[in-house]
């Protein structure tokens, strides 16, 4: 053996035992580097989505050719370098980060960005744009061991199994978004197929099936059927000071959920603390358990394991949903169906309703996914994602889409700072797996399956004005399919599409959606209201043009007068929530209008963009009127202001959607109603927060999510509208005992009441039942003493309006909201999202007078007259006036010649003072209304003698009048 012969074996005999010396889990051995280019796209229904343009250093995985949601998932090694182009050809700012192990920005429309990604943490972590991170960008990096190895499984014998990727037949990626599951399978030989929504996932039994469940946004529960599988083992991380910390039950990846540290966005601050720590070694310890169910956390959580399909139990069609009921009942559900060996479908997965699929304006063989984003802004509360492109046919509104049978509709609240519900309010009769409804509101989504051509209106039971359409088309038939006949969630049933009522329903629907559609008073022009102007397929198969049909029987080019103020001054301010303002220094609507009833003027808009108030909606004041208290119905808030500056004072956490506050007039704690949720909160006077919320149920009962309460005038008792549960509960409020629970819809399902007026005695309530048309009469004791039909004049079928109930009337409120007693107690004003105010004579519990307002009539507050009497402030959210009504003008007790004294414009002037600049909207959005002082019985007997002394002796004491 020659010198270069020995030398050349002595240093591959080195060579070999450093290698050998390497433990097998190290990082440094086969270390790869990784140069990924993905783009951000819009697919076809307006969502966005990542695409692989190429991937440098690439083991095996092949790529879709077009943008997927979810993105494609990526395969490193623990220890491999990995780079990360993006280019951006979305009209948005976007980004790429894995939370807590990426590095780079976003990036601007056009623009490329660049990101490193550190694969020192095992495990399926999240990549997404941390905007758009809910609606479509967001995809799976898997880090693996460098030796191959993957998670164990558990055999039917109950022996643990090792497993090696080689072994592994199929990997399922499924995100859980909102309420609706994205997948992936990737097939032994590295192919990705998108599988898109709620896809059936195919398996031959006794294959070897790893699934990489990841949550994005609020957290899941993720359940299989008839299979069990590893728990992980408890984690110790070690940091490279030595530091360590103990993660039970945990993967890999829960170490990057959010610590608590208030970073509600995710940003840096957050994300590196843990990763910083997770830099050094990970020690397993223990025995794993075995579980069916992983719960995930709320943000971005990941679980991975690895089942034997069918292991146990044989072929079969197995579910796989979300085990949080409200998650499951709005379409969270998919099954993993395993087929015997030899079965013609061989394991065959079957995707589910895809972004690219047919639509219209897209076609496709495939079926086709239609997306809404609930959002926060106004008339985009359900905005489709592709909004802009659909823009041009649909009227103005940016919530209707349109798509061919066998499709679904995609719902993600990914825009709102707060919890929804999705819920039908009108579709075709005899369509499958309606009517669509959660028993719970929150933060989330839905998917549902559309198959019968005709219209299908959405809304939020919490929010009831939050509308979003979508009509399933026949293609084979002339015009868009309205069906035939339509149901709607009152338990009408079988409605002719030609109706007036169908067809005033959708005028409705056109107006709230579309500003453009909204009354003017500043423009000097007629209102206009655009339609689409499109044929449509109704009764009897008929074709006609649908803004034609509404323009006929509705309409349009109507003057605006300009507002002209009562005669007679009132006392005090006026406040208005007029919630649809936007200002410059917010993302998010709504201010508050102060008006002053000496000069009928704005004389201050208050935006707080300290807060980003979000949708103010309604208001109270203490005792000496010193403080407003502020809800934000589209956040958890209640705000404190002072009354005289206009100033912030403080911004407190009080529960979901809070929606009306008052006082006690007995000791002056605030009380909330948290519409979002299942309780009334209550503030003690001179505190800032919350010391309890008295439930509106009892233990085990369904959540009845109060809206517009009012207190009696002793203080102790609580009368709420229940809004999921369809009745008015009464309370006591020191105790928190349920002094009763009555129905205010019979047996007709939806009334959906939504605020209550009182008597200055508390000898009776009123509750507005907005769905039903109606206002049910009850007693101090809850019994129900009436039912005011206010459409017992209206013909649905013709609508025509005539006196039908022999009161010698003819009048008609459809949809009614607030509805406050007038503090002498003669007179109830109801506001009617249809456009009218109806007057209530209390003696007789008889309609007695009509008057008119603006497309959606909305709040409802009284306040005090100069020289006596009261004035009713009345607002409307798609129109930038107030309405005043003086209920009894020659204060004779007789409430029949009640009048419209006069209109008041709320868009500022030049001698306005505000916190921010107006932007947009406004004096739009008139919702929550609120006179100072507060002249109500027994709130008027606690002013100060400043306020007492502007009032007349009858104003002071109105229990006695």
């Known amino acids: 053996m ?11 005999a080195m060579a070999l035992g450093l290698i050998a010396a390497i433990p097998l889990g190290s990082t440094m051995a086969l270390a790869a580097s990784h140069n990924i280019v993905l783009s951000a796209e819009i697919l076809p229904n307006g969502q966005p989505g990542y695409k692989m343009v190429s991937h440098s250093g690439n083991q095996g995985s092949h790529y879709p050719s077009t943008a997927v949601i979810p993105g494609p998932t990526l395969f490193v090694k623990q220890g491999d370098s990995v780079s990360v182009q993006l280019v951006n050809n979305t009209k948005e ?28 943490a095992r495990g399926t972590h999240l990549y997404h744009d941390e905007k758009l991170g809910l609606t479509g960008l967001f995809g799976a990096i898997v880090v693996d061991r460098p030796d191959g190895k ?83 083992v408890t984690e110790t991380r070690k940091g490279k000071d030595s530091a360590s910390r103990h993660d039970k039950d945990r993967d890999d990846y829960s170490h990057f959920r959010r610590d608590g540290d208030g970073d509600r966005h995710g940003d840096d601050d957050d994300d590196h603390r843990h990763h910083d720590l997770s830099k050094g070694t990970v020690e397993h310890s223990g025995t794993p358990g ?26 079969g069609n197995w579910q796989y949903h979300c085990h949080l009921f409200s998650h499951m009942e709005a379409g969270m559900h998919g099954s993993f169906r395993v087929d015997p060996v030899g079965s013609p479908q061989m394991g065959t997965s079957i995707a589910g309703a895809s972004p690219h699929g047919a639509i219209f304006g897209h076609t496709s063989n495939d079926p ?43 719902f993600i609240m990914s825009d709102t700072n707060t919890v929804h519900s999705i819920t039908s309010l ?5 369509a499958p797996h309606l009517p669509f409804d959660q028993a719970r509101a929150y933060k989330g989504g839905g998917l549902l399956h559309l198959s019968k051509p005709g219209l299908y209106v959405f809304t939020c039971k919490v929010h009831p004005y939050m509308f979003g359409a979508v009509i399933v088309d026949d293609p084979a038939t002339d015009g868009l399919d309205l069906g035939e006949t339509i149901d709607l969630a009152p338990g009408i049933k079988n409605l002719p599409t030609s109706s007036d009522l169908a067809t005033f329903l959708l005028r409705t629907f056109f107006v709230a959606t579309a500003p453009n559609n909204w009354q003017d008073y500043t423009s000097g022009k007629p209102w206009n209201i655009t339609y689409p102007n499109v044929s449509v397929r109704i009764t009897g198969g008929a074709s006609v043009n649908l803004s034609e049909v509404l323009i006929a029987r509705y309409g349009n080019n109507t003057v605006l007068t300009p507002p002209v103020p009562p005669r007679i001054h009132g006392v005090g301010e006026v406040w208005v929530d007029t919630q649809f303002e936007k200002t410059a220094g917010k993302s998010k609507p709504g201010t508050i209008s102060v008006v002053d009833t000496t000069t009928w003027k704005v004389t201050r808009k208050i935006a707080l963009p300290e807060i980003n108030m979000n949708n103010p909606h309604n208001m109270w004041t203490n005792r000496d009127q010193s403080i407003v208290f502020q809800t934000q119905w589209f956040d958890n808030k209640l705000t404190m202001i002072d009354k005289r500056t206009g100033k912030l004072i403080k911004n407190i956490r009080v529960g979901e959607a809070p929606a009306h506050v008052m006082t006690r007039p007995d000791n002056d704690d605030i009380t909330v109603t948290n519409n979002g949720e299942d309780g009334v909160s209550i503030i003690p006077a001179g505190t800032t927060k919350v010391k309890e919320i008295m439930p509106t149920q009892k233990s085990g009962q369904l959540a009845t999510n109060p809206h517009g309460h009012w207190i009696s005038a002793d203080g102790n008792q609580v009368v709420t509208p229940n809004i999921f549960t369809n009745d008015v509960g009464f309370y006591d409020i020191d105790s928190g005992v349920i002094l009763e629970r009555t129905s205010t819809g019979g047996s007709a399902p939806g009334a959906h009441p939504i605020a209550i007026g009182m008597m200055p005695d508390s000898s009776k309530a009123y509750a507005a039942n907005l769905l039903h048309h109606s206002v049910s009469v009850l007693d101090r004791n809850g019994s129900l003493l009436k039912t005011i039909n206010l459409i017992a004049d209206y013909n649905p079928i013709d609508g025509t ?10 009048t008609v409120g459809i949809l009614p909201i607030q509805l406050p007693v007038s503090p002498d107690g003669r007179a109830v004003v109801v506001a009617n999202m249809g456009q009218s105010i109806i007057v209530i004579d209390t003696r007789t519990d008889r309609v007695v007078k009509m008057l008119p307002c603006d497309p959606g009539c909305h709040g409802a507050n009284f306040g005090a007259k100069k020289g006596g009497g009261y004035y009713a402030y009345v607002t409307s959210k798609f129109s930038n006036e107030l309405i005043v009504v003086d209920v009894d003008p020659n204060n004779d007790g007789n409430v029949s010649d009640a009048e419209v004294a006069g209109r008041v414009s709320l868009v500022s002037n030049s001698s306005t ?49």
């Not at 020659?2 to 591959?12: I, V």
């Not at 992983?294 to 146990?312: E, N, Q, W």
């Not at 309006?801 to 003819?810: N, V």
């Open 801 to 810: 309006i005539q006196d039908r109930d022999g009161d010698g009337l003819a």
């Open 290 to 315: 075995i579980i069916d169910t992983k719960l995930l956390a709320d943000r971005f959580d990941s679980h991975v394991f690895t089942v034997k399909a069918g292991s146990g139990v044989g072929p």
């Open 93 to 120: 700012k976007v980004g790429f980060k894995v939370p807590g192990l990426s590095h780079g920005g976003t990036v601007a429309p056009g623009q490329t960005g660049n990101y490193s990604v550190d694969t020192s």
């Open 368 to 410: 086709g996914l239609v997306t809404f984003i609930i959002s926060d802004q106004p008339s985009s509360w359900f905005r489709s994602a592709r909004a802009d492109t659909i823009f041009g046919i649909t009227g103005g509104t940016r919530s209707l889409e349109v798509l061919p049978p066998g499709g679904s509709v995609n």
């Open 150 to 232: 993957v998670e164990s499984y558990l055999d039917a014998d109950g022996r643990i199994v090792p497993v090696k990727r080689q072994d592994v037949k199929k990997q399922q990626v499924l995100f859980m978004v909102g309420s609706t599951f994205w997948g992936t399978e990737i097939s032994q030989d590295g192919t990705q197929t998108p599988l898109w929504t709620n896809p059936t996932l195919g398996a031959v039994h006794n294959d070897i099936v790893r699934f990489h469940i990841l949550s994005v946004g609020p957290g899941h529960t993720f359940h299989l059927h008839a299979h069990r599988w590893l728990k992980p």
């Open 426 to 430: 009108i579709w075709p009769s005899g």
């Open 2 to 12: 020659n010198k270069f012969t020995l030398r050349m074996k002595l240093l591959t």
């Open 913 to 961: 003072h505000t916190d921010d600049r107006i932007s947009g909207l406004a004096g739009y959005g008139g919702q929550g209304v609120l006179a100072i002082p507060n002249v109500y019985n027994s709130w008027v007997k606690n002013l100060p003698d400043e306020w007492k002394s502007q009032l007349t002796p009858a104003q002071r004491n109105p229990s006695h009048h």
